[in-house]
């Protein structure tokens, strides 16, 4: 049953009665929200609501799940509105204690315990589910030893006493006391207190204190405490403090105050200088808001022109839209050299014109830029917000049998924005000229041919990217633990990014067609052994062993001579937010820069673990598309282009029919497709195209790319590509293929994923 206001008041004035000492089992309610509730119900039914946040309220649509000790469902509801809110009306009936599981196709499921059936405010959060794991030892959401699986057990109500969670959410507190400044440490707790998510108070704490249960595979997990302190670029995020949760219900978890001690606290804490701004979190709110008003204005009164190739800035005409932007002028607006316009940033300003608009929703806080002694408004200043957010479009789409369907695209974002002395947030961009990223990166290398399939792998480190249209003669990138990388443009050109630079390459090219840094890698089959001689060191049983032209650790400019695999220990103690800092210079064998940039990252590598447990999850070729590619390149390993007809490479079956697929509950979906291969007709030059696709695409289209220079993969007109890849000589036996088909996306840890089929035979 749905909960009305009354029954939401009653929990409020229950909340209010209460004594201090009976905080930790409090009841209270939100002011809105609520859903469709099932399990029971009736005039003595026992009401438990509260808020799902981590960062921000969890949307509309979230599914929330109440088991009670006997695996009974005694709540089944979903939220109503993006406030995060729930409710639940609870047979009397159910037995204690209780688990509530909160899912959504954009989030990690998160859990909540309620050690005893009262009227209760129950909040489901990053701390409610540390509290969660802590009682299981490990990953609360497994389906063996996690919390769910384990009320049900002879012990159940023992591990989830009230005696025992209330000890849990002490020392999760003690965390949150100990990291947290001053001011908000006297702030309504987390578990059972009244949240509101607008960046004050508890959820002020939240956005300062970041706890984070990541699984690890056989119900193991690792909890990372860090905090969000502001620093400029040049001083280094310290490392976060982990805790390993075993997977072992039966056995006690480490205490927090294990890792979190004192001294190493010093090294994270947030004070009242560095915390972040109160209400930061409902200023990001309120420009989503504004940002979702401009797109819901029709396109004739957004803009005065809708073609994509000549719209800018001041073809903007809209009021609403403007005033997203600093001075309430979009031409101001740069984040990596790109700014507004149709073909560049925020191009839907100008090309939606579905009529229903674009959604943005679900920010969260990520860091607040310190740029101490700049008054220049055109670079980054200190006090510049950044934050992730997802967009969501809607649009119609007819089948050919005229059957219309609802669809949607979407994406998660990251956005940089400065306040006004109000705090209110507009646009900026990251006000840099240049197009360089970092970017954490998992990797699955899917080979299709039977007999090279033993080797397919999955990997894990950074994408170091920079723009090959700037023209830099090398970029030397230092990264967080001070190592140095060298990217160079890559040999015979083709490619839209700088390569990676081996001691070797001592040139003006690198002969390495890869930006990114693979840390770690594992076969999928344990059993697939290798070997090999790799940094004049022996190697084995790694797939360095039969990739041995891509870079690896071992590869950097510091000439390591062992071929060092990070462990998964390691990985974990990585910060989500390291700084990489760029110099860039003309020429390659300058010694001085003409530039210097840093970018940061939101999230560290994912350990192999992660990435195993996740794999299932992922996109994959549907059967059909595996069938297909893999017959087409049996001679050769590859695929050759444009064989009969000049034209462009149609990702999907010869009938038409989808390429990839999407499971449920999918942890990424492809935002970009990519062919890589060689030219033969060219001294076998490689060459890189790529199409962005939409998030229901299941096919596409790949046109042909020209770099410029010595590259003719494409066929040209008046020195211009024609989009289409140039026809296979076949009197030469020769032309242009590829071998590597890539789909890339991120999930919802920002984490560049890259599915990457293989026609290698050998």
Same mark, same amino acid.
């Given at each position: 049953?749905?909960?009305?206001?009354?029954?939401?008041?009653?929990?409020?004035?229950?909340?209010?009665?209460?004594?201090?000492?009976?905080?930790?089992?409090?009841?209270?309610?939100?002011?809105?929200?609520?859903?469709?509730?099932?399990?029971?119900?009736?005039?003595?039914?026992?009401?438990?609501?509260?808020?799902?946040?981590?960062?921000?309220?969890?949307?509309?649509?979230?599914?929330?799940?109440?088991?009670?000790?006997?695996?009974?469902?005694?709540?089944?509801?979903?939220?109503?509105?993006?406030?995060?809110?729930?409710?639940?009306?609870?047979?009397?009936?159910?037995?204690?204690?209780?688990?509530?599981?909160?899912?959504?196709?954009?989030?990690?499921?998160?859990?909540?315990?309620?050690?005893?059936?009262?009227?209760?405010?129950?909040?489901?959060?990053?701390?409610?589910?540390?509290?969660?794991?802590?009682?299981?030892?490990?990953?609360?959401?497994?389906?063996?030893?996690?919390?769910?699986?384990?009320?049900?057990?002879?012990?159940?109500?023992?591990?989830?006493?009230?005696?025992?969670?209330?000890?849990?959410?002490?020392?999760?507190?003690?965390?949150?006391?100990?990291?947290?400044?001053?001011?908000?440490?006297?702030?309504?707790?987390?578990?059972?207190?009244?949240?509101?998510?607008?960046?004050?108070?508890?959820?002020?704490?939240?956005?300062?204190?970041?706890?984070?249960?990541?699984?690890?595979?056989?119900?193991?997990?690792?909890?990372?405490?860090?905090?969000?302190?502001?620093?400029?670029?040049?001083?280094?995020?310290?490392?976060?403090?982990?805790?390993?949760?075993?997977?072992?219900?039966?056995?006690?978890?480490?205490?927090?105050?294990?890792?979190?001690?004192?001294?190493?606290?010093?090294?994270?804490?947030?004070?009242?200088?560095?915390?972040?701004?109160?209400?930061?979190?409902?200023?990001?709110?309120?420009?989503?808001?504004?940002?979702?008003?401009?797109?819901?204005?029709?396109?004739?009164?957004?803009?005065?022109?809708?073609?994509?190739?000549?719209?800018?800035?001041?073809?903007?005409?809209?009021?609403?839209?403007?005033?997203?932007?600093?001075?309430?002028?979009?031409?101001?607006?740069?984040?990596?050299?790109?700014?507004?316009?149709?073909?560049?940033?925020?191009?839907?300003?100008?090309?939606?014109?579905?009529?229903?608009?674009?959604?943005?929703?679900?920010?969260?806080?990520?860091?607040?830029?310190?740029?101490?002694?700049?008054?220049?408004?055109?670079?980054?200043?200190?006090?510049?917000?950044? %934050?992730?957010?997802?967009?969501?479009?809607?649009?119609?789409?007819?089948?050919?049998?005229?059957?219309?369907?609802?669809?949607?695209?979407?994406?998660?974002?990251?956005?940089?924005?400065?306040?006004?002395?109000?705090?209110?947030?507009?646009?900026?961009?990251?006000?840099?000229?240049?197009?360089?990223?970092?970017?954490?990166?998992?990797?699955?290398?899917?080979?299709?041919?039977?007999?090279?399939?033993?080797?397919?792998?999955?990997?894990?480190?950074?994408?170091?990217?920079?723009?090959?249209?700037?023209? %830099?003669?090398?970029?030397?990138?230092?990264?967080?633990?001070?190592?140095?990388?060298?990217?160079?443009?890559?040999?015979?050109?083709?490619?839209?990014?700088?390569?990676?630079?081996?001691?070797?390459?001592?040139?003006?090219?690198?002969?390495?067609?890869?930006?990114?840094?693979?840390?770690?890698?594992?076969?999928?089959?344990?059993?697939?052994?290798?070997?090999?001689?790799?940094?004049?060191?022996?190697?084995?049983?790694?797939?360095?062993?039969?990739?041995?032209?891509?870079?690896?650790?071992?590869?950097?400019?510091?000439?390591?001579?062992?071929?060092?695999?990070?462990?998964?220990?390691?990985?974990?103690?990585?910060?989500?937010?390291?700084?990489?800092?760029?110099?860039?210079?003309?020429?390659?064998?300058?010694?001085?820069?003409?530039?210097?940039?840093?970018?940061?990252?939101?999230?560290?590598?994912?350990?192999?673990?992660?990435?195993?447990?996740?794999?299932?999850?992922?996109?994959?070729?549907?059967?059909?598309?595996?069938?297909?590619?893999?017959?087409?390149?049996?001679?050769?390993?590859?695929?050759?282009?444009?064989?009969?007809?000049?034209?462009?490479?149609?990702?999907?079956?010869?009938?038409?029919?989808?390429?990839?697929?999407?499971?449920?509950?999918?942890?990424?979906?492809?935002?970009?497709?990519?062919?890589?291969?060689?030219?033969?007709?060219?001294?076998?030059?490689?060459?890189?195209?790529?199409?962005?696709?939409?998030?229901?695409?299941?096919?596409?289209?790949?046109?042909?790319?020209?770099?410029?220079?010595?590259?003719?993969?494409?066929?040209?007109?008046?020195?211009?590509?024609?989009?289409? %890849?140039?026809?296979?000589?076949?009197?030469?036996?020769?032309?242009?293929?590829?071998?590597?088909?890539?789909?890339?996306?991120?999930?919802?840890?920002?984490?560049?994923?890259?599915?990457?089929?293989?026609?290698?035979?050998?």
């Amino acid at each position: 049953m749905k909960l009305d206001r009354k029954l939401r008041a009653t929990i409020l004035v229950c909340a209010a009665a209460l004594s201090a000492s009976a905080l930790l089992i409090a009841c209270g309610g939100g002011s809105s929200g609520g859903g469709s509730s099932s399990g029971g119900g009736g005039a003595s039914s026992v009401p438990i609501g509260g808020t799902i946040s981590v960062g921000a309220a969890w949307p509309q649509g979230t599914h929330v799940v109440v088991t009670d000790s006997t695996g009974a469902t005694v709540c089944d509801t979903t939220t109503a509105l993006d406030d995060g809110i729930y409710s639940c009306a609870i047979a009397p009936a159910a037995k204690a204690p209780l688990v509530i599981t909160a899912t959504h196709p954009d989030k990690e499921p998160l859990v909540s315990v309620v050690a005893a059936l009262t009227p209760s405010t129950v909040n489901v959060n990053s701390a409610t589910h540390a509290v969660a794991a802590l009682l299981v030892n490990g990953d609360p959401n497994d389906e063996t030893t996690g919390i769910v699986a384990q009320i049900q057990t002879p012990s159940g109500s023992t591990l989830a006493s009230p005696t025992a969670v209330a000890a849990q959410e002490t020392a999760v507190l003690n965390v949150y006391t100990l990291l947290a400044p001053d001011a908000m440490k006297t702030a309504a707790n987390p578990f059972t207190g009244t949240l509101t998510t607008n960046g004050t108070g508890m959820d002020a704490v939240l956005d300062n204190v970041k706890i984070i249960v990541t699984p690890t595979g056989s119900g193991a997990a690792t909890m990372s405490v860090t905090t969000t302190a502001t620093r400029d670029e040049s001083t280094e995020a310290p490392a976060p403090l982990v805790l390993t949760l075993a997977g072992k219900p039966n056995e006690a978890a480490p205490a927090p105050s294990t890792v979190v001690t004192p001294a190493a606290a010093a090294a994270i804490q947030v004070t009242t200088a560095n915390a972040v701004a109160s209400g930061t979190t409902g200023q990001i709110n309120d420009l989503l808001t504004r940002m979702t008003a401009c797109y819901a204005e029709p396109q004739s009164t957004r803009v005065d022109n809708t073609n994509a190739a000549t719209a800018v800035a001041t073809n903007i005409v809209s009021n609403t839209c403007k005033g997203l932007f600093l001075n309430n002028d979009p031409s101001k607006y740069k984040d990596n050299g790109y700014v507004v316009r149709g073909n560049q940033a925020f191009p839907s300003i100008f090309t939606n014109n579905t009529g229903l608009g674009v959604q943005f929703s679900q920010g969260s806080y990520e860091f607040t830029v310190k740029n101490a002694g700049n008054t220049d408004p055109t670079k980054p200043m200190t006090g510049d917000v950044v %934050f992730t957010a997802k967009w969501v479009a809607p649009f119609d789409w007819t089948d050919s049998s005229g059957v219309t369907t609802r669809l949607a695209n979407s994406n998660v974002e990251v956005y940089t924005a400065r306040p006004d002395a109000n705090g209110k947030l507009f646009l900026t961009g990251n006000l840099s000229n240049v197009d360089v990223s970092i970017e954490p990166r998992a990797e699955f290398k899917d080979f299709t041919h039977a007999d090279f399939s033993k080797y397919s792998y999955i990997n894990t480190g950074y994408s170091v990217f920079v723009n090959a249209k700037h023209n %830099f003669g090398k970029v030397v990138v230092t990264t967080p633990k001070g190592n140095t990388l060298t990217l160079k443009q890559i040999v015979g050109g083709g490619y839209g990014y700088m390569g990676l630079s081996k001691p070797s390459d001592t040139g003006q090219y690198t002969a390495v067609t890869t930006s990114v840094l693979r840390m770690a890698a594992a076969y999928t089959d344990p059993s697939t052994t290798s070997s090999s001689t790799y940094c004049s060191s022996s190697s084995n049983n790694h797939p360095r062993d039969i990739d041995g032209s891509l870079f690896w650790t071992c590869d950097n400019n510091n000439n390591q001579t062992t071929p060092k695999n990070w462990t998964d220990e390691e990985l974990a103690t990585i910060p989500d937010q390291g700084t990489w800092k760029f110099d860039l210079y003309t020429n390659w064998n300058d010694t001085t820069p003409v530039g210097t940039t840093y970018r940061r990252t939101l999230r560290r590598a994912p350990t192999l673990a992660e990435i195993t447990l996740s794999l299932p999850k992922w996109p994959s070729l549907t059967a059909d598309m595996r069938t297909q590619i893999t017959a087409a390149s049996a001679a050769t390993g590859g695929m050759p282009l444009s064989y009969n007809t000049v034209g462009k490479y149609n990702v999907a079956t010869s009938t038409g029919g989808a390429a990839w697929q999407i499971p449920s509950a999918a942890k990424w979906a492809p935002k970009s497709v990519r062919i890589s291969g060689k030219d033969a007709l060219n001294a076998n030059a490689g060459f890189d195209d790529s199409v962005d696709v939409y998030s229901s695409w299941r096919k596409a289209t790949i046109g042909c790319s020209s770099s410029g220079g010595t590259d003719q993969h494409c066929e040209m007109s008046n020195g211009v590509s024609t989009g289409n %890849f140039r026809l296979f000589d076949k009197a030469q036996g020769k032309g242009a293929g590829f071998g590597l088909l890539q789909f890339n996306g991120y999930d919802a840890r920002r984490v560049n994923n890259t599915l990457a089929v293989s026609m290698r035979k050998s």
